[in-house]
């Protein structure tokens, strides 16, 4: 563009033709759009636009002076071929395939089978699908929590110790008796040595110990030896309760999901992931579509209530089942965020991404708009609106460092009400068996009194047992005649 005038001649102004040509005077866009995320597009009753894309669409229509009517669709309307078609689409894709809008209210994924049949603006922020399970709460693991500091061999080394350390004292006290009988001090047996030594261990003192210097050198050797045991467990277990150590799962990506049993995974319905694994995978030979394949397969299609209808469904079904949910990273974390804090942090997103690309505004194929949208998107990027509008609507960062205390539940130390159970419990068995004991002892004695066989034979007389009544007679007669001889 340029001006001329008779005195300076030919000036040129340097105005971008898409400046130019900014204004559209009016002119009538039909859009279309889903409901799907709340901050990717919201739809206010005035017919304005909110949300991230929303705001992105707004601001082309206040720029380009266009006017914007719009039709939103049920469901997760994105878009996916028909069924037993090559190239007709349903949702958003199909709409502007079809020629029925202009361009689309909501986000868009962008595809390479899609690009095809539509046309994008450049993208406008960068997704892909995570992994998104709950840490389940190891109930073994809190019952054990007090045996958890010790490890397996130490606990055997300190018995093992103790009891050579009992040995040795029940040893010098052995010597002792026999090499120097002068003492008048009573031997110590291997049971009181061992006792001896179990009061060590648990820093209890006894109402006897041992006199002499040798022996009581071993006796202060097992007390300097619990201490150490007991330094060392209580450290490790205020550190074992206080720190959270991140749960081990049995899979870490994709494919070895593939190869587990017992967990179950799935998708949003009509999600990128189901449409890329049941369509557009169908015979790739890539990597990534034979691990898709075989999750959709193998663990997808083990139940049919894993594909799920919301976000909200998935990320409840993480919270309350074996299930690992296959979601938009920032739509799935945006969830996450209203969650209590408690249970918020309880879900984790597994490293690696799936599916990665951009999602931008669909247009017609070869659509005219393309190149000015394009242009104007490029200035709201450097002008720092769109950090902005990411900063709005789609930051969803989850604080769960900030409690850093935990405290002591019931689970932590069931373990010490089950041992004192238990302990009552072979307590009135070993008191049960005492007295069936002593009552087997009485019972024996009691049958070897004379007077008592009189009255078992009064008995089996009044009772008409004859039965009894002989036997008693002939263990009589050859009593006496036994005593006779």
Request: charged share 20%; with cysteine.
């Amino acid at each position: 563009m340029g001006m001329w005038s008779s005195g300076g001649g030919l000036s040129l102004t340097l105005v971008h033709k898409y400046d130019r040509r900014k204004d559209f005077h009016g002119y009538p866009i039909v859009g279309v759009g889903v409901n799907v995320f709340q901050f990717f597009s919201t739809y206010l009753p005035s017919g304005d636009l909110t949300g991230y894309i929303g705001d992105i669409v707004s601001s082309l229509k206040r720029t380009h002076n266009f006017s914007l009517s719009y039709n939103v669709l049920e469901g997760y309307a994105y878009g996916k071929l028909v069924n037993a078609s090559e190239n007709r689409w349903t949702g958003m894709v199909g709409a502007l395939q079809s020629r029925k809008a202009d361009l689309t209210v909501s986000e868009l994924s962008i595809t390479k089978e899609r690009n095809d049949v539509i046309s994008y603006t450049q993208p406008l922020y960068i997704v892909s699908r995570k992994l998104f399970v709950a840490t389940q709460e190891d109930f073994t693991k809190q019952l054990l929590a007090y045996a958890a500091p010790m490890d397996k061999i130490l606990l055997v080394c300190v018995f093992v110790n103790m009891a050579a350390l009992a040995l040795i004292l029940y040893t010098i006290e052995w010597l002792r008796i026999r090499l120097l009988p002068m003492e008048e001090e009573p031997p110590v047996s291997l049971s009181l040595a061992s006792w001896y030594m179990m009061s060590a261990l648990l820093q209890q003192g006894c109402n006897t110990c041992p006199s002499s210097i040798a022996s009581r050198s071993i006796y202060w050797l097992g007390f300097f030896l619990s201490v150490i045991v007991y330094t060392s467990y209580s450290a490790t277990l205020v550190s074992h309760l206080t720190v959270e150590k991140p749960v081990t799962l049995p899979f870490s990506n994709l494919q070895q999901l593939s190869r587990i049993s017992g967990w179950d995974a799935g998708c949003n319905n009509n999600d990128l992931f189901q449409v890329t694994s049941t369509q557009t995978c169908q015979g790739s030979v890539s990597e990534e579509c034979r691990v898709l394949q075989r999750v959709w397969e193998r663990v997808v299609m083990r139940r049919p209530g894993n594909i799920v209808s919301s976000y909200q469904q998935g990320i409840h079904k993480v919270l309350t089942e074996k299930y690992v949910f296959i979601g938009v990273d920032v739509a799935t974390n945006y969830y996450i965020r209203d969650l209590p804090l408690k249970d918020a942090c309880r879900v984790k997103e597994l490293p690696g991404s799936y599916l990665k690309g951009g999602v931008a505004i669909g247009l017609q194929h070869h659509s005219p708009f393309r190149g000015i949208f394009d242009f104007s998107i490029q200035r709201i990027r450097e002008t720092g609106l769109m950090n902005r509008l990411v900063q709005e609507w789609l930051s969803a960062d989850r604080l769960c460092q900030m409690n850093t205390t935990n405290f002591a539940s019931l689970a932590d130390v069931a373990v010490i009400f089950m041992l004192l159970m238990v302990g009552a419990f072979l307590s009135g068995l070993c008191i049960l068996l005492l007295l069936l004991i002593d009552y087997a002892l009485r019972i024996s004695d009691y049958d070897k009194l004379p007077f008592c066989k009189d009255l078992r034979l009064e008995a089996n007389i009044e009772m008409g047992n004859m039965a009894l009544l002989k036997l008693e007679l002939s263990q009589m007669l050859e009593e006496s005649d036994r005593s006779e001889d």
